[in-house]
C-alpha cells in the first residue's frame, strides 16, 4: 500500500500543515489531554507561569464562572492548573496546590451542583498522579478511592464522570506503589461512551482523545478513531475539526509505517475517507479506498466504483489501472479485470503487482500455463514475494510439474514469512506430492496449530493419514474439514474415499491377522481388485498402478503372505490354527475365579493386572468425571459445536469447606491442543461484559487470567486439556497437570468418581465428624472407571481400605459383594465381578452387560406419566437445548421439541423461545466461524429494529461500531471486518455470512504485502 500511498504525500502535508495553524496557538501548551476547545469554539485558559499564585487562581475562578455550562472546558482548566504546577519549583508548586484544592473542595457532596464534585475529583487525581512524596501505607490513594466510591452513586449517571474515572485511573497506574494498577481505564471510558449525549461533537472529539492517551494497544485506538469519526459526522462542516483528524489520523500511519507493523483496516479507511471528505474528488484516494476494500473483500461494487472515478481522472496511471483489475476481479468481471490488469503492464512494465494479480486471474479461471508465464515475470521483477512464491508453488504441485522447483519456493515463502500457516500448508502439501510423508505430516501440523479451523489444511493432513494407512485419524480430519466449511471443494469426494478406503484396507487387515500365512490368496486378491478399481474412478491411478502390480506378484506367488502386505499393520507371531486354539482355551484357574465371583488367594503381590499402589492422583476431596459417552449422548439430542461429542469433564472440589473457591474444571477433546480454547473462553467471557482477560505462555502451554464481575476465573489451555477454576491466585502449572493422571482419556468413558476420605476428616471441624460417618467405610480413599462399549458397562474401582487386609477382611468383602450381585440381578443384570487385592489396595472389576430387556417392558408401561410431564420435559430440553446449542444459525429451527421459533435477540445476545418464554440464554458456538455468524446475527437483529428515518439519518458504520461497543458483540475471532449489506444483513468480510463469496480462488489462495493473516489462510 506505501506505493500507492506516495502520491498523497504532498496533499496530506498541506492540509495537516492547515490543521495545525488553525489550532497552533491554542497548542503551544498542550496539556497531556487534548481537549479541543478552539475547535468548538471555545477560548482556553491562559495561566501565566511567572505570575503569583494568587493571580493564577483568580483567573482560574473567572474561567470556571465564565464557562459554567461547558463542563469540558472546565475539565481542560484543570489540565492546564496540573500542567502548571508540573512546570513550578517546589515552593511555588505546593502553594498552587494548596490554593486550588482550598477553592474547589466540596465538603457535602450531597449538596454541591455536580460538576463542583466532579471538578473536585478531577483535581485531587491529577496532583496524586504527580505526587512524588513518601506515603508509605498509601493514605492519598485510599483517600481518593474513597471519594471516588462515594461518588459513584451521585455522579454514576455522568458520562463525564466516567470520562474522569478512566482518565485518572490511566494516570494513576503510573504510581510507584502500583495501586491503581489493577484499574481497567478502558472498560470506564467504554462506558462513558456509551452513555455519552448523541449530539455533542465535543464530548465524542474528548473521548477519542482519552482514547488515545491509553497508548498504541489496537482496541483503544479503534474506539478512538470511532469516537473522532463521530464527532465529524455530527459536524461536517467543521473545516478545522476536520483537517485535525486527518493529522491525527497520519501521525498514527506514520506511527506504524516507523514501526513496520501491519496497518489496521479501520486506519487506512479511515485515512482515505477523511482526504475524501475534504477533497472528494482526489484520485489518489479514491483509488486507495477502492483497492483497500478490494483486498479485504468489502463493499466490493463500491470499490470498483471508487477505482474506476480514479482511472477517469487519472486514465494513464498504471497503479490506478491495476487497483481497476484487481476489484473487478473480486466481483467476478473477469474480461474486465484482464483488460485493466494488461493495461496496467502495457502502461509500465516494471511493477510487480499487476503481473502477481495476472497471474492470480489466470489462475482461478483455469489457464494455467499462462498463470505461470505472468508469476515468471512477477518474480523476475520481485524474487522475494512470498504471495507469488506460494501461489506458484502450489500451482505446480497441483499439476505435478517441476515439484523439486515447488518444493524449493514453497521453502523461500516459508522463510521470509515462518508464521504464515499458508505457506507452511503449501510446504506440507508439497512434501506429500513428493512422496515425503513424514515431513508433510509435520509442516502440516504445524499449520493447522497456526490456523486450527481452516479446512483445506484439515483436509490436507487427512490426506497424509489416508496415505500413511491411519485410516480413523484420516476420516476424523477430513469429518472435521467438513464441519468447519462444508463448501471447500470435492470435499464430498474426499469423505467417500476415507470412508471406503478404511472399509477395504480395516477388511483386508482383519482377514490376514485373523489366517496369517494360511489366508486364501484369491480372496486377498479380489479385496486389491476393489482397491484397484476406488482409486482408477477417483483418478489415484499411481496407486492403481501399485495395486495392480502386487496383485501380479501375488497370482505369480511371489508375495510372501507370512508377512504383511502393507506397513500399516502387523500380523502375530503365531500361525492362523495356533491363534484359534490359543483363543479357545480358558486356565482352569480362571475358571474358578468366574465362578466364585471374588478371588480369595494368599500370594496377592504376584495377581496379573494388580497396579501396586493407588495411581498419583491430584489432592482433593471429590471428583467426578463425565465421559465421551455421556456427552455422545448429549450430542446425539442436543445441537451443540462441532467436537462436543468427544468431549470429556472432570469436575473436582478441594476444599469441601469452600467448594467454590477451590473448584476446578478440567476438559478433555483430542487435538484440543491445535485449537486455541482460550479465545472461545474471552468471547464467552465477553458476552457477559467482562473485562478484557490477560493471557500468558507457562510451561507446557497458556494462562489466562480475568474477572467476571467480582470473582475470578483463571484458565490453563495444556495439550489437550482446559482446566478453569474461580479464585484469585491460579494454582502452579504440576498441580493442574496432574489431573490428567486422575482420569486420562478414554473414547469408551462413560463415568468416574474420585472420593478422599482424608480431605474430607482433615477440613471437618472435630465437633461433627461424629455426625457425618464415612459413606464408603472402611474405603478411605476410592478411584472408579465406568466404561461403555458394545458389551455393555465395565467397572474398574481402586479402593485403599483404613484396616489391614487378611483373609477375614477378604472373605466380608465377598459377602457384601455375593448380596450386591444378588440385588443385580433381581434389576435384570448379569454381572461377572472379580476381587484383587494387596496389602493397602482393593482392585474390582466388574461387567455389567447391556441394558436389561426387561426395562424397555416398564418403559412403555410408564407412557401415560409421560404424557403428563411431556410439557415440562419439552420445556427443560428447550432450555437445555439452547444453553448447549453450537451449531450454524440454520440450526436454531432444531432446537424448539415443540416446534416453537428460536431467534436471537440482538441487545441481549440470548437465544429465545416463541413458545418456552422463560429466561434468555447465551449459546455456546465452538467455532469462529459460528461465533462470528452469531454476531452478525445480532448485529443485523439490531439494525431491524431501527426505523427507517433513524438508518437515514445515522450513519450505519458509526451504528455498527456502536453497538459492537455497547452491547459487548465479539468481534470476528478470525479477525473479519463486519459490515451492513444492501441486503439490510450485517456480514463479515473473512466468513462472508451475509454476502456471496469471491470467486473460487485456488487452493493456496492468492495473497499480497499488508494482507491480514486470516486473509491469507485459504
Not at 883 to 907: E, I, K, M, Y
Amino acid at each position: 500500500m506505501m506505493a500507492r500511498f506516495q502520491g498523497l504525500r504532498w496533499v496530506l502535508l498541506l492540509v495537516v500543515c492547515l490543521g495545525w495553524l488553525a489550532v497552533g496557538a491554542a497548542r503551544a501548551e498542550t496539556p497531556d489531554l487534548d481537549f479541543g476547545l478552539p475547535l468548538f469554539g471555545l477560548e482556553e485558559i491562559r495561566l501565566e507561569r511567572e505570575k503569583a499564585p494568587d493571580f493564577n487562581l483568580s483567573l482560574l475562578k473567572k474561567y470556571l464562572a465564565e464557562n459554567e455550562n461547558h463542563g469540558l472546558a472546565q475539565m481542560a482548566a484543570l489540565f492546564r492548573w496540573a500542567a502548571l504546577i508540573r512546570l513550578s519549583d517546589e515552593p511555588r508548586a505546593i502553594a498552587l496546590k494548596k490554593i486550588a484544592l482550598d477553592h474547589l473542595r466540596v465538603e457535602d457532596p450531597a449538596k454541591a451542583p455536580k460538576q463542583a464534585v466532579l471538578n473536585d475529583l478531577l483535581l485531587r487525581g491529577l496532583l496524586l498522579a504527580v505526587d512524588k512524596e513518601p506515603d508509605p501505607k498509601n493514605v492519598k490513594d485510599h483517600d481518593l478511592e474513597d471519594a471516588l466510591l462515594k461518588a459513584e452513586d451521585l455522579l454514576g449517571g455522568m458520562p463525564q464522570y466516567h470520562l474522569v474515572k478512566g482518565i485518572l485511573f490511566h494516570l494513576l497506574r503510573a504510581r510507584p506503589n502500583e495501586f491503581f494498577s489493577p484499574m481497567h481505564p478502558l472498560e470506564d471510558l467504554k462506558k462513558a461512551l456509551a452513555m455519552g449525549p448523541s449530539g455533542d461533537p465535543h464530548f465524542f472529539y474528548v473521548i477519542g482523545q482519552a482514547f488515545r492517551l491509553l497508548g498504541t494497544q489496537e482496541n483503544s485506538l479503534y474506539l478512538a478513531i470511532g469516537s473522532l469519526e463521530k464527532a465529524a459526522a455530527l459536524v461536517p462542516a467543521n473545516g478545522k475539526l476536520q483537517n485535525t483528524l486527518l493529522g491525527i489520523y497520519m501521525g498514527l500511519h506514520e506511527s506504524y509505517q516507523s514501526m513496520k507493523k501491519p496497518e489496521p483496516f479501520w486506519l487506512e479507511e479511515a485515512v482515505y475517507k477523511k482526504i475524501l471528505t475534504l477533497f472528494p474528488n482526489n484520485p489518489h484516494a479514491l483509488n486507495n479506498l477502492g483497492f483497500l476494500y478490494a483486498e479485504y473483500g468489502l463493499n466490493r461494487e463500491l470499490a470498483q466504483s471508487l477505482c474506476q472515478r480514479a482511472v477517469d481522472r487519472l486514465p494513464e496511471n498504471a497503479s490506478f489501472r491495476d487497483s481497476l483489475g484487481w476489484a473487478a476481479f473480486k466481483n467476478q468481471q473477469f474480461d474486465k479485470a484482464e483488460a485493466e490488469l494488461l493495461k496496467s503492464i502495457e502502461l509500465n512494465p516494471d511493477v510487480y503487482e499487476p503481473y502477481y494479480h495476472l497471474g492470480t486471474l489466470y489462475y482461478v479461471t483455469h489457464r494455467y500455463d499462462k498463470a505461470i508465464a505472468q508469476y515468471d515475470k512477477a518474480l523476475q521483477i520481485k524474487p522475494e514475494a512470498p504471495e507469488t512464491l506460494n501461489n506458484y508453488a502450489y500451482l505446480l504441485s497441483e499439476l505435478d510439474r517441476d515439484t523439486e522447483k515447488a518444493l524449493a519456493m514453497a521453502a523461500k515463502a516459508v522463510k521470509l514469512e515462518p508464521s504464515n500457516a499458508s505457506y507452511i500448508d503449501t510446504l506440507g502439501w508439497v512434501h506429500f506430492r513428493l512422496g515425503k510423508l513424514d515431513e508433510a505430516h509435520r509442516y502440516l501440523q504445524k499449520a493447522l496449530q497456526l490456523s486450527p479451523d481452516v479446512g483445506e489444511i484439515l483436509v490436507h493432513l487427512g490426506k497424509v493419514y489416508l496415505e500413511q494407512g491411519k485410516f480413523n485419524a484420516a476420516l476424523d480430519y477430513i469429518k472435521q474439514a467438513h464441519r468447519v466449511d462444508p463448501r471447500q471443494d470435492n470435499l464430498e469426494q474426499d469423505l467417500y474415499l476415507a470412508i471406503t478406503l478404511k472399509a477395504h484396507y480395516g477388511a483386508l487387515e482383519e482377514y490376514h491377522r485373523l489366517f496369517g500365512r494360511q489366508v486364501n490368496p484369491e480372496k486377498i486378491k479380489s479385496i486389491l481388485l476393489t482397491l484397484i478399481g476406488i482409486y482408477q474412478g477417483e483418478g489415484l491411478y499411481s496407486h492403481a498402478i501399485r495395486i495392480t502390480r502386487m496383485c501380479e506378484s501375488l497370482k505369480r506367488g511371489e508375495l510372501d503372505l507370512g508377512k504383511p502386505l502393507f506397513g500399516f499393520y502387523q500380523l502375530d507371531q503365531a500361525s492362523g490354527a495356533a491363534q484359534v486354539a490359543a483363543a479357545g482355551e480358558t486356565p482352569a484357574a480362571e475358571a474358578t475365579d468366574a465362578a466364585t465371583g471374588a478371588e480369595t488367594g494368599e500370594d496377592r503381590a504376584a495377581e496379573p493386572g494388580m497396579p501396586d499402589a493407588m495411581p498419583e492422583v491430584t489432592e482433593a476431596a471429590f471428583a467426578i468425571h463425565f465421559g465421551p459417552v455421556v456427552f455422545e449422548f448429549l450430542a446425539n439430542r442436543l445441537v451443540a459445536f462441532p467436537g462436543f461429542e468427544q468431549l470429556a469433564m472432570t469436575i473436582l472440589v478441594q476444599d469441601i469447606l469452600s467448594p467454590s473457591a477451590s473448584a476446578r474444571f478440567d476438559l478433555q477433546m483430542p487435538q484440543l491442543g491445535q485449537r486455541d480454547p482460550l479465545a472461545a473462553l474471552e468471547y464467552y467471557l465477553r458476552l457477559f461484559g467482562a473485562p478484557p482477560s490477560t493471557v500468558e505462555e507457562v510451561e507446557g502451554g497458556r494462562r489466562l487470567c480475568g474477572n467476571l464481575g467480582r470473582i475470578p476465573i483463571w484458565a490453563f489451555h495444556l495439550g489437550n486439556h482446559l482446566v478453569l477454576g474461580f479464585a484469585a491466585e491460579p494454582p502452579p502449572v504440576p498441580d493442574v497437570q496432574r489431573l490428567e493422571k486422575t482420569f486420562p482419556y478414554d473414547a469408551e468413558a462413560l463415568m468416574g468418581l474420585y472420593f478422599n476420605w482424608n480431605a474430607w476428616e482433615a477440613r471437618l471441624p472435630r465437633l461433627v465428624l461424629p455426625f457425618l460417618p464415612n459413606p464408603f467405610a472402611p474405603f478411605r480413599a476410592i478411584l472408579s472407571h465406568y466404561l461403555w462399549n458394545d458389551e455393555g458397562l465395565h467397572e474398574a474401582s481402586l479402593l485403599v481400605p483404613g484396616v489391614e487386609v487378611n483373609p477375614g477382611f477378604m472373605k466380608a468383602l465377598a459377602r457384601d459383594l455375593y448380596a450386591y450381585k444378588i440385588l443385580l440381578l433381581k434389576f435384570g443384570f448379569t454381572p461377572a465381578i472379580q476381587v484383587k487385592a494387596r496389602e493397602g489396595l482393593i482392585l474390582i472389576e466388574a461387567d455389567y452387560g447391556g441394558v436389561p430387556t426387561g426395562w424397555r417392558e416398564r418403559a412403555a408401561q410408564l407412557q401415560p406419566l409421560w404424557f403428563l410431564l411431556q410439557p415440562r420435559w419439552q420445556d427443560w430440553v428447550c432450555v437445555l437445548r439452547r444453553v448447549c446449542f453450537g451449531g450454524t444459525l440454520q440450526d436454531l429451527s432444531r432446537l424448539c421439541p415443540a416446534g416453537g421459533t428460536v431467534t436471537v435477540n440482538g441487545p441481549t445476545g440470548t437465544l429465545e423461545c416463541s413458545v418456552h418464554r422463560g429466561p434468555g440464554l447465551f449459546p455456546l458456538p465452538g467455532l469462529a466461524r459460528d461465533r462470528c455468524a452469531y454476531s452478525c446475527r445480532r448485529l443485523t437483529d439490531m439494525f431491524q429494529r431501527l426505523s427507517p428515518r433513524v438508518l437515514q439519518e445515522l450513519p450505519r458504520d458509526e451504528l455498527l461500531k456502536k453497538f459492537l461497543v455497547d452491547y459487548n458483540i465479539p468481534s470476528c475471532p478470525a479477525g473479519g471486518v463486519y459490515s451492513l449489506g444492501a441486503d439490510g444483513k450485517v456480514g463479515c468480510s473473512f466468513h462472508r455470512e451475509s454476502e456471496a463469496g469471491p470467486p473460487p480462488e485456488p487452493a493456496s489462495a492468492p495473497t499480497r504485502e499488508g494482507q491480514t493473516e486470516n486473509e491469507q489462510n485459504r
